[in-house]
């Protein structure tokens, strides 16, 4: 049988999409690759949100050059978010590629593919895999207890530093009884929990007749028999309706963990980035949430140099994280976007200057988050247990901490009362005390 491999690389999006990806190449007779050298079709799912990701991608297709030169009839893809309008200078750097594929416009491969296979065509057209589909092609072995759900694909935001809107596009909603129905499907096959996805998953619904919105979604996605979590992410900080606060603190299979990246604190710079809202009213937002949801675990998403940013300026975003403590920070340090609004400004924080900044961030954030967590030694926490890692169980509570702990029983996909008796900034070692639910 022939069969394929999947390197993704970013978001849980582009791992969404790559589980699609999969599905629709199984449902046409390949059969997943345990390496990327036994592959008959390879693509790169690529991710070009910072130039590291985009170093990643390059270093993979460098991989995939020699292998193509000692397997010319290997069939190489490349598709996410480095794929767009510039698909011509992509077929000029990287000859040995057989598809630039957009996200999720993988028609022409699996045309192909279906060509050399022999296959019929897949129950829904190639051409929109994963997109408003009414048919999802799973792949084989996805009984995973956690499992991402996409309900609104692109973004109109145009944040300055940020490609997504032009290689994902604008904002469509999936239809809310499509995603419900995927949801009841994903059960059925062993899922205990959801995480709804969307570049910006507060606007989720605006763009449908009736204009449901995600506190309706989530609403739906607890009543669906089976389902023990449901999650989401990402949120935009101006678009976070008083209604979806309501539904986290009402809806019991809501988890309290909400990802709000406030990328700045300082008010010039958020102006600059095109956020759409002040240090001020982020901090009123945070406190809201605390206040209606008071056992709420907050990540947030930064970024340090962006052009013209001063000291004093970044010195303020620092100050926003050491007040708010949340219990996860991804900083990353600016790096321009070909394309975007902020590209065309001086990249003038000097990159030692850059990096000094990350680390006070990450220093400050590890203190934090030891704090935070070694705060929870003692307690008892629900663990749903995902995997068996390096000898422990491994799960997440319904904050999103990670929890390790040893026991001889089969634990996957179980619900376990975990006593939490060491912390990290990272993690959480514990004992069993109760379950499987």
Known sequence: MPSYFIWTLGCQMNKADSERLAGNLEALGLAPASEVDAADVVVVNSCAVRQTA?????????????LRRRRPDLLVALTGCMVGANAADLRQRLPFVDFFL??????????????????APVARGPENAGCGAATLHLPAGQDAPARWVPIIYGCDNFCTYCIVPFRRGRERSRPLDEIVAEVE??????????????????????DLPGRPDLAELLARA?????????????????????????AVASLPKVCEHINLPVQAGDDRILAAMRRGYTAAAYRALVERIRARVPAVALST????????????????????LAEIRFDVVHAAMYSPRPGTAASRLADDV?????????????????????ER?????????EVLVERRSKGKWEGRTRTDK?????????????LATVRITRASAWSLQGEVVGGPR
């Open 102 to 119: 957009p996200p999720l416009q993988w028609g022409p491969l699996l045309a192909a593919v279906r060509d050399r296979a022999g296959a």
């Open 185 to 206: 499907g994903v059960v059925a096959q062993g899922a205990r929990e959801v995480t709804l996805l969307g570049q910006n998953v507060d606007s989720y619904g605006h």
């Open 402 to 414: 990670l929890v390790f702990f040893a026991d001889a029983g089969d634990w996957r996909g179980g």
């Open 54 to 66: 985009e170093d990643r991608v390059v270093g993979k297709m460098g991989y995939l050059k020699g």
């Open 350 to 370: 000097p990159a030692d200057e850059k990096r000094e900044r990350l680390q006070m961030v990450e220093e400050l954030q590890e203190r934090i988050a030891c």
């Open 301 to 320: 998403d930064l970024i340090v140099g962006f052009p013209s940013e001063t000291r004093e300026e970044f010195r303020r975003s620092y100050d926003l």
């Open 222 to 246: 607890d009543a669906v028999p089976g389902l023990a979590r449901v999650r989401f992410l990402t949120s935009h900080p101006k678009d976070m309706s008083e209604r979806l606060i309501d």
């Open 373 to 381: 967590n070694r705060a929870l030694v003692g307690d008892e926490v």
